[in-house]
């Protein structure tokens, strides 16, 4: 982003792999530049995922740009700036009045009191989701202005919580038009996308974005100390010291480098010691955590994935050919870890390693 501020960037990766850190790091180091202003939305905290549609983004995107405004230069807003941004909160955000009310809401209601107002709200364009949004383009010319307030900076906007949608045609239809109007409007962009859309007949809904680029799990197997590293991010998040070494070093090991399952690895070890009445971690309470994990891993998978996983296992090759072999990837039961000079490697989490040996023999 700093080499070209305008690109349009998609950071694909699975569950727990880091994509929001990347994108508040970038974000941290972007804004150190005079030059450029950076805002981070996070769609799923303002509107509801599964009922996505046209116009939400640039909802998010345009109510984050004028909370900057407002911050950087409240005092010195233009008259006409300032109805810009009223207007586009009015169509983004629900907005509250105070109305008369008949006796039908007042029954409804179940209300005594004798006021004759209440306050209702006014659903936005982040609240109701299935309000139509033929309104965006109505929204150009505020934004326009909105973004104006900026016209010396690079604005570029990290827009987070996309890759937790339901379907790849979800993703196509909240970004088609939306990436288009912020594109428009001078913005560079950085997209969370979800990782089945990089095979296959999905990856058709990246073609929208100029780079792509791809969040693996940290390979612990890496000859570059990469134990060592997820290790210290756990002392990091551990500055009493409940955790023993020997807990960190499990803990590194049974996550496979999955920054979400090594911080979920580690709380519910520490709560299987809290109840078990001891102050620091050990490495049983990990292992305890860690076959819990596993058997969770294991719900709902059949005896073809069994063969997949027991492959894996045995060889590291996996390619995929099916939805079933795309869906042990998205779960992240098999792990892949890219190599620079050669074809990347694939292993089954950790955690499940043991339940498979016990289960080779299996009919």
Not at 137 to 146: D, G, H, P, V, W
Not at 240 to 250: H, Q
Not at 301 to 327: E, Y
Request: proline share 4%; net charge negative.
């Amino acid at each position: 982003m700093e080499l070209s501020p305008t690109s349009v960037i998609a950071l694909v990766g699975g569950i727990g792999s880091g994509k929001t850190t990347a994108l508040l790091v970038a974000m941290k180091q972007l804004i150190q530049a005079e030059d450029t202003r950076a805002v981070y939305v996070d769609v799923g905290q303002f509107h509801d995922l599964q009922r996505i549609e046209t116009g939400v983004i640039v909802a998010a995107v345009g109510l984050a740009l004028c909370k900057l405004v407002d911050k950087s230069a409240r005092d010195s807003l233009n008259n006409e700036l300032q109805r810009a941004i009223q207007s586009f909160r009015q169509w983004a955000e629900p907005q509250e009045e105070w109305i008369p009310y008949d006796e039908l809401a007042l029954r409804r209601m179940q209300k005594e009191e004798e006021d004759s107002f209440v306050r209702v709200k006014e659903p936005g364009k982040l609240t109701l989701p299935n309000k139509l949004s033929d309104e965006l383009e109505s929204q150009r010319k505020n934004f326009a202005m909105i973004r104006e307030a900026y016209a010396s900076a690079y604005l570029i906007g990290f827009i987070d919580g996309l890759d937790r949608l339901a379907s790849i045609e979800q993703f196509q239809e909240a970004i088609d038009e939306d990436l288009r109007f912020l594109q428009a409007e001078g913005l560079g962009l950085v997209v969370t996308a979800p990782l089945l859309s990089l095979f296959g007949k999905y990856r058709t809904a990246l073609s929208r974005f100029e780079h792509i680029i791809v969040v693996h799990p940290v390979d612990i197997s890496g000859p570059r100390g990469e134990n060592e590293f997820l290790c210290e991010v756990l002392k990091t998040r551990d500055p009493d010291g409940v955790l023993s070494s020997e807990a960190r070093e499990i803990l590194a090991r049974d996550s496979g480098g999955v920054l979400r399952d090594l911080l979920a690895l580690a709380k519910a070890a520490a709560r299987n010691a809290y109840m078990l009445g001891r102050d620091t971690v050990t490495g049983p309470d990990v292992l305890v955590a860690s076959d819990q994990l596993a058997r969770t891993l294991f719900l709902g998978l059949g005896d073809d994935d069994l063969k997949v996983l027991q492959r894996i296992r045995k060889q590291g090759s996996f390619v995929t050919t099916s939805d079933r072999d795309l869906a042990l990837l998205m779960t992240r039961r098999v792990l892949e870890y890219p190599q620079a000079d050669k074809p990347p490697r694939f292993a089954v989490h950790p955690t499940m390693l043991p339940l498979l040996h016990l289960a080779v023999d299996s009919p």
